[in-house]
Each structure stands twice: as C-alpha cells, then as structure tokens.
C-alpha cells in the first residue's frame, strides 16, 4: 500500500492583545499548489488575503473617482461663481460686489456644514485619519465623505489660500473604512483599508502614486501597521486610483514647468544652505499655525454663529483677493506655474512668500475644511526662487537655472515642516516631471530634515493630532468638573436628617406648595 504524502499544515495566527494580528503568510508544497487553486476550496482557505486585495483595489477606484470629482468640482465652482453675474450686463463694480458676497456666502456655507454635522472634517483632516489608524478616532464615514465633499468645495472656490490634497486624503480614508464594513469579520480590514484609501487619496490629487506610497509608509510611521500584505494593498490601491485620475485628466504632470539641466557637483552646497533655511522656517511654520489654530479655536468656541461669520469673512476678502489680487489667494498651483516660468525681483517675491505665509496660516487655521499641501508647496517656491536669484547674481558659474532651487523649495518646505523627506522629494519629482533634479532634492529636504529635528521642531500633523486630542480631554475634563459640581451643589442644597430649616425657607416653601395645588372650580 503506498502510503499517503502529508503536508504542511497553514500555521494559525497567534493575536497579541492591542495589536493587530498578523497576516498568515501561506507556504504549500509543490505538488499541491495546482489542485488547491483548482479546487473550489481555495477561495475559502485564503479569505483574508484575496478580499483586502480586492477591496483594496475597489477603495483606490473609489477614491480616485471621488477625487477626481472633487477637483472637477472645485474648477467648476470657481469659474461659475467668477463669471456667472457677467450675464446680467451690470457696471463692474456691481458684479465684483456681487462675486465677493458670493464668495462669503459659499465660504460660511462650507463651515457652518462641518462645525454642525462633522466637526472632525474641518482642517486638512490628515491628524483625523492617523488618529483613527491609531485606534484613537472613528471615522463616521456616512457624514465624512459628503461633508468634506461639498464643504471643501465651498471653501476652496470661494479663494481661501487652502488646497485639495488633504481633504482627498480624508476622503480615501473615508472609503476605506466605508468599504471595510463587507469584511467586518477581518479585525484588521478597517486598519489596512483606511490606509490604503488615505494613500490612494493623496495619489489621486497631485497624480503622483509613489509619493501616496510613501507617504502612508513614512508619514503615518507611527500609525501604519506594516506588513508584506498591507504594503501590497496601499500598492494596488495607488494604482487603481491613479489609473481613474489619468482616465479623467490625462497622464500629463500636475504642473507644467520646465525639465531643467542637471546642476553641477559643486553646487551642491548651495542646495544644503537652501535646505538649512528651510528647516529653520519650517520650524516656526508649524509653531505659528498651532498656535493660530488654538486662538482661532479659543475665539468661537464650536459657537456655530462665530464659526460661521469667520467663514463669511475669510471668504469675502479671499473672493475679493481672487478679483484683484490673485497671487494672494487659492492653492497655489498656477502661481507655482507662473513665477517658475516667468520669475520677478526677489525681493519681490520676498515679500510675496511673507504675505502668502500669513494667509496660508490664518485659512488653514481658521478649521476651514482645506489642506495645506499645495500652498506649502507654493510657499516653498516663492522662497527657492528667490535664493536661486540671489545665488545666481552672487555665484553665475554654479547657478545657470534659479527655477532648480524653487523646484528643491518644494520638497523642502514640506520636508521641514511634515517631516517626511523622501515624501517630499518623490512628490515633487512626480508632480514637476524633474527626475534628473532628485540629487539637489536628497541634499536640500534632508538638510531641511536635519535643522528641523535639530532645533525641536515636532511633525505638523503628529503635532495637529496631539493638540486636537489634548483639547477633547481637556473639554471631557471640563464637563465632568462641572458635572460634579452641580451634583455637589445639589447634595448641598439637600438638607440631612435632623437639620434645622429656617423659617425663611419654610414660608417660601409653603407658598411653592400653594401655587402648585389646583384651585378648586367654583
């Protein structure tokens, strides 16, 4: 009789208390892998692993469909809100009275939604989404998505210095929670789907998958659990997403600047004094925005009434910028564009970078739902176009093109301030189609990486999360102190047994009683 060949058992996955467990990683014997995968059994051994692919892969289609769509909202607000009151043929001033009070009034709109109906989507909403990964915040994804949806699109159109990027963010970590309600059964599906919508998000809106790659891995460090499997699944979620995006807009960069040269070796040094200033503004970029964030939460108080006069006027001067001023207002991508190819003095843009950096700080700040990717990005421009002006006049043999520093401007700025360097060097080169430009990127985000950690500086969004959590205590405690207040002054105000009552108190009492008794019919 010959006897019957065993096999290896799939091992079981052992779950360690507060963690998520472990993938199973299944081995088979040769000889066996074609009958598994012709039985119909096979499905069933491998549950886990087949449906957060194949979820992971509908979230991306989700998400970059959505986000596709949120920009296509965006552009068409804008433009018609801009140009509708043209038809009626009033004087000009009319129609810009008309434009700003337009621009007011979509602007209070989006942030009277998100202070009443989903509180936790104004912001970027990136600190919401690492905070849920971390098992720290739920997303109520029924009132995220369509909230940050249409209050994003109300903000951003109405001109406010805020970007798309990190509410798309939100919103792929919406739909992946959203989409792991079919795998409840999978303890760690929300986790790896959340991270995979968040991922697939950011891949959507500056069409750049391996920047949303890596900006789950080194970002949301602290947040994302990482495997083999949950890397694969933010991996096909990015595609899917891209290839929805591409679908829509083409597979053209986010921005249409130049291919420049590569710069020589021996400027390099010029690249790593860039990347210093960075990490020293980007330092105190963080620390002015959280603790505008903080006044600005000190002032309304979750009072409806005052967030929703803010966003009336953060919406009216932002429409009004829009008309006369547009290089102070919107995200920041066409003056990206505009200044790279055609720059000015620097002192001009000096002074451009100053004014943009109060108005980034002050929007963001102010709970709009908005993100602050695309005006740090423009932030960084404006200052690495200036440096680069300023080294070309002082060192022409080493500078030929100053638009190289505005493109190293870029990533390090977001280095400095998000903390995620190669993030910011991928982004960029994705977004500026400037591969050849990932050297002087490595120098300045890294040097701009090192200053900042250096000098104390803490990651933007680990920072925003931190200062979110501390006030929700701090309102939790608050309420309890009050609550045991009122139930102390109650106590008090019960007199024990055997206690003496003052006559004052007995003659109000008593006429208490009498108002209360019926008065007989007659």
């Known amino acids: 009789m010959t006897a019957k060949a065993t096999f290896p058992a799939i091992s079981l996955t052992v779950k360690v208390p507060n963690q998520m467990p472990k993938f199973p990683d299944f081995h088979f014997h040769p000889g066996t892998q074609l009958r598994?995968?012709?039985?119909?059994?096979?499905f069933t051994t491998h549950p886990d692993y087949?449906?957060?692919?194949?979820?992971?892969?509908?979230?991306?289609?989700?998400?970059?469909?959505?986000?596709?769509?949120?920009?296509?909202?965006?552009?068409?607000m804008t433009d018609y809100r801009i140009h509708y009151f043209d038809y009626l043929g009033l004087p000009a001033w009319i129609t810009a009275i008309l434009v700003i009070l337009a621009g007011a009034v979509i602007s209070a709109l989006g942030f009277w939604m998100t202070a009443r109906i989903a509180p936790e989507t104004s912001g970027s909403g990136i600190p919401h989404v690492e905070g849920a990964l971390d098992g720290l915040h739920d997303i109520r994804w029924w009132r995220v998505l369509p909230v940050k949806f249409i209050a994003g699109v109300c903000t951003i159109s109405s001109g406010m210095v805020l970007g798309r990027e990190g509410p798309s963010v939100q919103i792929g970590g919406a739909v992946g929670r959203m989409c792991a309600e079919a795998a409840k059964r999978f303890q760690y599906a929300p986790h790896v789907l959340t991270a995979s919508g968040a991922a697939a998000g950011l891949a959507a809106a500056f069409n750049a998958p391996l920047a949303g790659i890596l900006f789950i891995v080194e970002e949301m460090r602290p947040q994302f659990r990482y495997n083999f499997t949950s890397f694969k699944c933010i991996t096909l979620a990015t595609l899917t997403a891209t290839i929805v995006l591409r679908y829509f807009r083409g597979q053209e960069a986010v921005m249409d600047i130049p291919t420049f040269k590569v710069p020589p070796l021996a400027s390099l040094w010029l690249f790593l004094a860039l990347g210093i200033i960075f990490g020293i503004v980007g330092i105190y970029f963080n620390r002015w925005i959280l603790k505008a964030t903080a006044a600005f939460k000190r002032y309304h108080n979750n009072r409806l009434l005052k967030v929703t006069i803010t966003g009336a006027l953060f919406g009216g001067v932002f429409a009004f910028f829009q008309l006369y001023v547009p290089d102070m207002a919107g995200g920041g991508i066409a003056l990206i564009t505009t200044f790279v190819r055609e720059p000015m003095a620097w002192v001009v843009l000096v002074i451009l970078f100053g004014l943009r950096v109060l108005a980034?700080?002050?929007?963001?700040?102010?709970?709009?739902?908005?993100?602050v990717f695309a005006p740090m990005l423009a932030l960084g421009t404006l200052l690495g176009l200036a440096y680069g002006i300023i080294a070309a006049g002082l060192f022409p043999d080493l500078v030929a093109e100053p638009g190289v520093y505005a493109v190293a401007g870029m990533g390090a700025l977001f280095a400095a301030t998000v903390?995620?360097?190669?993030?910011?060097?991928?982004?960029?080169?994705?977004?500026?189609?400037?591969?050849?430009?990932?050297?002087?990127?490595?120098?300045?985000c890294l040097g701009a990486t090192f200053i900042a950690q250096a000098l104390g500086g803490s990651p933007l969004y680990s920072a925003l999360l931190q200062q979110s959590l501390a006030a929700k205590a701090a309102e939790v405690n608050g309420a309890e102190a009050n609550a045991s207040t009122n139930a102390a002054a109650v106590d008090a105000a019960i007199p024990t047994e055997g206690a003496s009552v003052s006559p004052a108190s007995t003659d109000t009492e008593a006429s208490a009683e009498a108002q209360d008794k019926p008065t007989p019919s007659v």
Do not use: K, W
């Open 36 to 42: 598994l995968r012709l039985s119909s059994n096979y």
């Open 50 to 76: 087949l449906v957060l692919l194949a979820l992971s892969a509908l979230v991306g289609a989700i998400a970059g469909l959505i986000v596709s769509m949120f920009e296509i909202a965006i552009h068409f």
């Open 360 to 371: 980034t700080i002050g929007c963001f700040a102010s709970a709009a739902p908005g993100g």
């Open 419 to 444: 903390r995620a360097p190669v993030t910011g060097i991928v982004l960029v080169v994705e977004m500026t189609d400037n591969y050849q430009l990932i050297l002087p990127l490595l120098a300045t």
